[in-house]
């Protein structure tokens, strides 16, 4: 087991795998994430993944191919804010952020507050109870704090009897290091 962010957070994820899951990576990017998912979601699941850049949607369909994923695999060119117009209330099991800007690509075109806490409201909504999202949040740099303090705010609020939120932290590293939060549905 890793403990950077993404294999931290795979390893949180990885035993809410369930039998002909629905899987969604909110942040394709060059799709490590999405390549994941596809391993937890096996042969009966299905895997959505959402990306603005049509780079990263040609990144990943690579990334699967060469793994042989490509069935029940569904790369959807779109704002994750818009996440709501794919899926009904309570139909997903494991829904992943992993924000910022596309590894080697254009900084600029990154995750947003606004847009992102969009898609993290509407997300919980898509949850299944007994389902569970998984947020890698990054700032400082180019990112700043306004998305991370923007979500974190949002989360600390919500109903303890509906969910359980909890935020790991990499206590020893110096210069913003990277948040893994998780929120489990009851
Ligand atoms: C840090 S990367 C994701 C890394 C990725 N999960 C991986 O495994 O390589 C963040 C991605 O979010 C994408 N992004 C930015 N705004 C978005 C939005 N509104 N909806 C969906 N994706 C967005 C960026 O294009 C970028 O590819």
């Known amino acids: 087991?890793?403990?950077?962010?993404?294999?931290?957070?795979?390893?949180?994820?990885?035993?809410?795998?369930?039998?002909?899951?629905?899987?969604?990576?909110?942040?394709?990017?060059?799709?490590?994430?999405?390549?994941?998912?596809?391993?937890?979601?096996?042969?009966?699941?299905?895997?959505?993944?959402?990306?603005?850049?049509?780079?990263?949607?040609d990144a990943t369909r690579a990334l699967l191919d060469k793994h042989g994923y490509g069935k029940n695999v569904h790369l959807i060119k779109d704002g994750h804010e818009k996440i709501d117009r794919y899926f009904a209330p309570k139909?997903?099991?494991?829904?992943?952020?992993?924000?910022?800007?596309?590894?080697?690509?254009?900084?600029?075109?990154?995750?947003?507050?606004?847009?992102?806490?969009?898609?993290?409201?509407k997300s919980l909504k898509i949850l299944k109870s007994g389902g569970m999202m998984s947020l890698c949040i990054y700032s400082g740099g180019d990112t700043g704090f306004e998305e991370k303090d923007c979500i974190l705010s949002y989360v600390k609020e919500l109903s303890a009897k509906e969910y359980t939120v909890i935020v790991n932290e990499y206590y020893n590293r110096k210069n913003c290091p990277p948040l893994p939060v998780f929120i489990f549905k009851n």
């Open 91 to 121: 139909t997903a099991d494991v829904i992943c952020f992993n924000f910022g800007y596309l590894p080697g690509g254009d900084h600029r075109i990154a995750t947003q507050a606004g847009t992102s806490l969009a898609a993290v409201q």
């Open 1 to 57: 087991m890793g403990y950077q962010i993404t294999d931290w957070c795979h390893s949180i994820i990885r035993p809410h795998a369930v039998k002909q899951g629905v899987y969604i990576d909110a942040t394709m990017g060059k799709g490590r994430d999405t390549l994941f998912l596809c391993e937890l979601a096996g042969k009966e699941g299905s895997v959505w993944a959402f990306d603005i850049q049509e780079q990263a949607l």
